[in-house]
């Protein structure tokens, strides 16, 4: 061989080599894409499961919603059984849907690229799942679109025993320029069924929580706001859907969710036309389009989530576990009972009256006395609502000495002080709003237009954050054994501008960035204070305002009639603990049914005790002492919805303890119709059926006599197949039980 047909020949073989290598490679390659284009994704929770599909042409589809299968590889049998009809785009039951390519329906998301093109596809990358204690683990998908340098990352974080879900987007680009976002979504959930029945809450000041039930139609029904702040005050971003039929407490298919968001909020629930429901949740796009620099990322807040099959009672209560063991501050921990001047004094008090309120605070027997508003302004003083806000200095005619003396007149009579502020308004009566008026949110051309005679202050802006940031941070560096505090937010955005912002569109989002974020800063420097959460009312009651605070004004509608349906109703979504419920002189009932509405939650009062009589004051000190006695089991158990309010005569809720031995049954008669009452035994729920249980009334009024024979002794089966009777009738409108286990 001539050594140039040698050479020939080596580069024959080397070719042919070469081609070898190239084949099985590219057939590893489509090998590994093929089984990429079936993958399926589970999302699972101890019940549960979501399984998503990567499709062959790489999008991500969402097959399967519900209580878990054995076998994990059989969800990918799922969509070749379905026969609803045909979607012509192919990505109806998108895991979250691009807007401007082939979507026929309502997108999660929709921008303009940096180029001006407005279409978006999103392709699979990989996907990963990152385990941390307690049974918690995040997975985590990468999207991407195939033509422009645009990723979405879809995160799903999973609290297996509480059956749970957290799920959030990050978007980000790394185009030639900036890329606005249209719409950006939390969560897009495909969910399948005969019929879906929404339940959805309304409200207004002193209404909240209204529930509603209706099925849902054909097209969108959007639950959403715009009100910038306070922005529950007409709907709050939770609700349920049930599946198939209106799910009941203990029976049913029924998914509980929620956005953690205290800004606008949309949520959409469209039932497409394969008669599948398409669940799309996020902040509100309304006014919101959001400019992205290149390289950097945009952080959705968590849609919330759990779903059970055995109804309401049980999906709240998952909810209720998780809030307590994930959420919120100190979930875990003790609460203080209150003392609060709001409803006794309004803004009309001085050091005296004060120093007399904080001896009455001992005397009562709660933990802590709140002073509310009124205390604070000089050029402007705070009087009444229209002026002062803004000005967080003592108002020298109420209070010469000072919050410092007022704190150690406290200490002195051995209860902590706490504080009311609001530190995100400002009234234009005031110093603060002469001295920045560039720091008010509203429209430089227009005439001012004011909800409570306040304006919201522009917190998108750092130098605002800081000074609400050091509203707080003076209190406690001046008097650092205040112990609580209670921060209030009573307008809504009018006229929504800021003279900060470079894009107006920023506003709505921005501010609540703002607000999270001197909150992490107040909670990083003061980790465990009390804070209620307050606005209104219950105007900003939500799970990402939560994180920072450990409970919540539900209503100022303190009338306990009223309160046990709205405490029912808000108890679907929130633990006890975080519930304030205080005790005034709202309502026509007697003190004992007012204090026992109130003992369903965290207790508190708001009445001028020196108007009590003796009896009165006699049982008002007994029932905290009571209630101090249980409320372990009603902050950390597990709540049983035993009657409704809404069909019955009466309301009969039961919490009990984690280890089944102690529980505390509430009951509230809430009809006046003759012989209106508890005609039968009220079956328990929870109980352990092999235990023996006593049963007896607790927080009985002075001078009466319990109608409950405290001698009998109960099964746990017995209490929950035949139940007890509390003997709630016009004379008992309210009866506590306390059942312990017979040891
Ligand atoms: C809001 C709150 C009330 C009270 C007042 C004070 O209405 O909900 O509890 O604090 O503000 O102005």
């Not at 998503?52 to 990918?76: C, P, T």
């Not at 945009?298 to 059970?308: D, E, G, N, V």
């Amino acid at each position: 061989m001539n050594p140039e047909s040698n050479i020939i020949a080596k580069s024959r073989w080397l070719n042919q080599a070469k081609f070898l290598f190239l084949f099985v490679l590219s057939s590893a390659a489509m090998l590994a894409s093929a089984q990429e284009a079936h993958k399926v994704i589970t999302i699972e929770t101890r019940h549960n499961a979501m399984a998503l599909q990567v499709g062959a042409n790489k999008r991500v589809s969402m097959i399967y919603f519900g209580h878990k299968l054995a076998h994990s590889d059989e969800y990918a049998n799922i969509p070749s059984l379905r026969r609803q009809g045909t979607d012509p785009s192919g990505i109806a039951n998108s895991a979250y849907t691009p807007a401007g390519s082939r979507n026929l329906l309502e997108p999660a998301i929709e921008v303009t690229h940096a180029n001006g093109n407005t279409s978006l596809d999103l392709q699979y990358v990989s996907d990963q799942t990152q385990n941390e204690a307690n049974n918690v683990s995040t997975t985590s998908i990468v999207l991407k679109d195939p033509v422009y340098a645009f990723t979405v990352t879809l995160y799903y974080r999973v609290y297996a025993d509480d059956d749970v879900v957290e799920q959030w987007s990050v978007i980000k680009q790394t185009e030639k320029g900036n890329v606005t976002l249209h719409k950006f979504a939390s969560a897009n959930l495909y969910l399948t069924a005969n019929s879906y029945w929404l339940n959805q809450f309304h409200g207004d000041w002193a209404r909240e929580m209204q529930p509603q039930e209706s099925e849902l139609t054909a097209g969108i029904k959007t639950l959403d706001s715009k009100l910038g702040t306070r922005t529950d005050l007409f709907q709050p971003p939770s609700f349920m859907v049930s599946f198939d039929k209106p799910a009941t407490e203990d029976e049913g298919k029924v998914l509980l969710g929620s956005l953690e968001w205290s800004g606008n909020f949309k949520i959409d629930l469209e039932v497409d036309p394969t008669k599948n429901l398409r669940l799309i949740a996020g902040m509100n796009p309304y006014a919101s389009e959001y400019s992205l620099k290149p390289g950097e990322e945009f952080k959705t807040p968590a849609f919330l989530y759990t779903y059970s099959e055995e109804g309401k009672g049980n999906a709240s209560r998952n909810l209720q576990r998780w809030a307590r063991d994930f959420q919120i501050v100190d979930g875990k921990g003790a609460r203080l009972t209150i003392l609060n001047n709001w409803e006794s004094t309004f803004f009309d008090f001085n050091e005296t009256k004060l120093a007399a309120l904080l001896k009455d605070t001992k005397k009562l027997g709660t933990d802590v006395f709140l002073l509310d508003d009124g205390w604070f302004g000089n050029k402007y003083p705070r009087n009444s609502d229209n002026a002062g806000l803004g000005d967080w200095k003592e108002n020298k005619a109420k209070l010469p000495s000072g919050i410092g003396y007022l704190v150690k007149e406290a200490q002195n009579n051995d209860v902590k002080f706490g504080i009311w502020i609001e530190p995100e308004m400002v009234n234009p009566k005031s110093e603060l709003n002469e001295k920045h008026p560039d720091w008010v949110i509203k429209q430089p051309n227009r005439e001012d237009y004011l909800y409570r005679n306040q304006n919201v202050l522009d917190l998108s802006n750092p130098k605002v954050q800081d000074f609400v940031f050091g509203i707080l941070d003076n209190l406690f560096t001046k008097n650092p054994q205040l112990g609580f505090i209670k921060w209030d937010c009573n307008a809504v955005i009018y006229n929504a501008y800021s003279a900060y912002e470079k894009k107006q569109s920023h506003l709505y989002i921005d501010y609540v960035r703002g607000l999270y974020s001197v909150l992490a800063r107040v909670r990083a420097k003061y980790p465990k204070v009390p804070m209620m959460l307050c606005s209104g009312g219950g105007g900003r009651v939500d799970y990402g305002a939560l994180k920072y605070f450990t409970e919540f004004w539900p209503s100022d509608n303190t009338d306990p009639l009223e309160r046990v349906f709205i405490q029912y109703e808000y108890s679907y979504f929130y633990p006890a603990i975080t519930s304030d419920n205080h005790v005034t002189d709202w309502g026509k009932q007697p003190i004992k049914f007012r204090t026992d509405v109130a003992m369903m939650g965290k207790l508190g009062f708001d009445i001028m005790v020196s108007k009590l009589n003796a009896d009165e004051l006699q049982f008002c000190q007994q029932a905290i002492q009571t209630y101090k006695g249980f409320s372990d089991v009603v902050w950390h158990g597990d709540q049983y919805r035993l009657l409704s309010p809404w069909q019955n005569d009466l309301a009969s809720v039961l919490y009990l303890s984690e280890d089944h031995s102690k529980s505390i049954m509430f009951n509230y008669l809430v009809s006046n119709r003759y012989d209106a009452g508890s005609h039968l035994p009220i079956p328990l729920k929870g109980l352990n059926p092999d235990k023996r249980y006593t049963v007896k009334e607790v927080n009985l009024y002075p001078g009466t006599k319990s109608a409950i024979n405290e001698t009998l002794i109960f099964t746990g089966d017995f209490l929950m197949k035949v139940g007890i009777n509390p003997v709630v009738n016009a004379h008992r409108a309210s009866v506590i039980l306390e059942i312990d286990e017979v040891k």
